[in-house]
């Protein structure tokens, strides 16, 4: 009888870097390649040497497209890998949009770095540049809901997951036994996509937790349009770090519904995020085919996209002009924890002036300036210098598209058969912990929360 393997090398202990190594027989596959994000002591971990060689594996298999499930990718290229990445038609289409842009980021913050002379680093080097991104790219082989076989023996079957577009959860199977790895699990409440399909039989599951001691409350529209409306009426912007990828499309559904009830005035709503505007090309194609994970109401004659007057940001010119508008509006600009990207320069400018708000979207992970703000940080560091905080900041944890305690509680009840282990992962210590609780008391399972780097016998 074979025994496989699981060993954790990322997010156990933290809330990104999603990276699951499973083997068996001598066969080794990874299940999601996310980069580490938030505080240093997990940032510096991109740079460390991978735990296996990555020639030695037969396959990636990527539950969605976010970056801290995605993003490691290209530098396990560069360090080798060459087998086919396997996921939805979907997570190929938007994680090519995500690694692109991670890829442009990383050359572009190398380069402030040096020329900044900010870093501890001589010269600044990005993790991955664009070549390396697109060597990833072109190993993407997207599969639909039906068992796939991977080199070497192992088969997978990926599952509506309703997390972001396209996002799955995985179940890899050899000799009988199976494994399922959750990505990121959405809410049943998700207003673009249809809940996560429930889970089949397995021997083991890997769940995350980023909600795992939290409880989500229903979007308070009124206080979201006053809050809007009050940025409006002191002459101010309401600027909105959102994450590019199904993020901003949530936030500007939500404007929409705001602006056709009169909840909030008549604004000029700026998409600045090259990516979050190829992301909603997506959406759209999606819409126009009817996917089927795609909500029944959200299918019809109407852009449900556009609050009414939507303008979309292309050049860095017109992104430039967007620091000081000048004028009431909202502005919606990647990433969505202020970690890089163009909202980098629009915090720069905003968070001096007390006219306007920044509205947080979504979790914020320990160490990133969108933690900070939301903990109330008086200033912020941004591009090498210390910028005040006179703005208003305002936390809206309700746009979150991840499951809260009671959905991942109940997704895990569903399973056709109980497991023999599940592993708490992708949470901070209090939410996994918390999430391990509820799983041994409630479902009598037995559940853990792993450790970084910690290896198990799954069978």
């Keep these: 009888m074979t025994s496989g393997v699981l060993t954790f090398l990322g997010a156990a202990g933290t809330v990104t870097g999603s990276k699951f190594l499973y083997e068996e027989d001598g066969q080794r596959y990874l299940a999601d390649c996310g980069v580490f994000q938030g505080e240093p002591v997990w940032r510096r971990r991109n740079w460390d040497d991978f735990s296996v060689d990555p020639a030695s594996l037969r396959a990636v298999v990527l539950t969605h497209a976010h970056l801290d499930h995605c993003g490691y990718l290209p530098a396990l290229v560069r360090q080798g890998f060459s087998g086919p990445v396997i996921c939805s038609e979907s997570t190929a289409e938007v994680a090519a949009i995500v690694l692109r842009d991670a890829a442009h980021l990383q050359e572009e913050d190398a380069e402030q770095a040096r020329a900044g002379n900010y870093s501890r680093h001589d010269p600044p080097l990005p993790l991955f540049d664009t070549a390396d991104a697109e060597r990833a790219i072109a190993l993407f082989q997207p599969v639909g809901d039906t068992q796939t076989n991977l080199p070497g023996g192992t088969a997978v079957t990926l599952h509506r997951a309703g997390h972001i577009l396209g996002s799955t959860f995985a179940v890899l199977e050899r000799h009988g036994h199976r494994l399922l790895v959750s990505g990121d699990l959405g809410r049943q409440s998700h207003p673009l996509l249809r809940p996560p399909a429930p889970p089949p039989a397995v021997d083991a599951i890997v769940i995350e937790s980023t909600y795992g001691n939290r409880k989500h409350t229903p979007m308070d529209r009124e206080r979201l349009g006053r809050l809007i409306t009050a940025t409006a009426h002191r002459g101010g912007a309401t600027l909105i770090p959102a994450f590019a990828v199904d993020r901003t499309a949530i936030v500007l559904?939500?404007?929409?519904?705001?602006?056709r009830d009169g909840l909030i005035p008549h604004l000029p709503v700026y998409v600045d995020s090259p990516m979050a505007l190829s992301a909603l090309n997506a959406y759209r194609t999606a819409i126009e085919e009817k996917a089927p994970e795609l909500r029944d109401d959200l299918i019809g004659p109407n852009d449900p996209f556009d609050p009414g007057d939507l303008r979309l940001v292309h050049s860095a010119e017109e992104s430039q002009r967007l620091n000081n508008p000048g004028h009431p509006c909202i502005i919606v600009s990647a990433s969505g924890m202020a970690t890089g990207g163009r909202v980098l320069h629009h915090?720069?400018?905003?968070?001096?002036?007390?006219?306007?708000?920044?509205?947080?979207?979504?979790?914020q992970v320990p160490g990133t300036r969108g933690r900070s703000l939301l903990e109330g940080a008086t200033s912020v560091k941004i591009h090498g210098r210390y910028v005040p905080v006179r703005a208003q900041v305002a936390d809206f944890p309700e746009f979150s598209a991840h499951a809260d305690s009671d959905e991942l509680i109940a997704w895990l009840a569903a399973a056709a058969e109980p497991p023999q282990t599940v592993y708490v992962v992708h949470g901070e210590p209090d939410a996994r912990q918390a999430l391990v609780d509820r799983i041994s008391k409630e479902l009598g399972w037995l559940a853990v929360a792993p450790q970084h780097l910690e290896r198990v016998r799954l069978w």
């Design 253 to 259: 559904h939500t404007l929409a519904g705001l602006a």
């Design 347 to 363: 915090l720069r400018y905003q968070l001096p002036d007390r006219r306007n708000t920044v509205l947080l979207t979504g979790f």
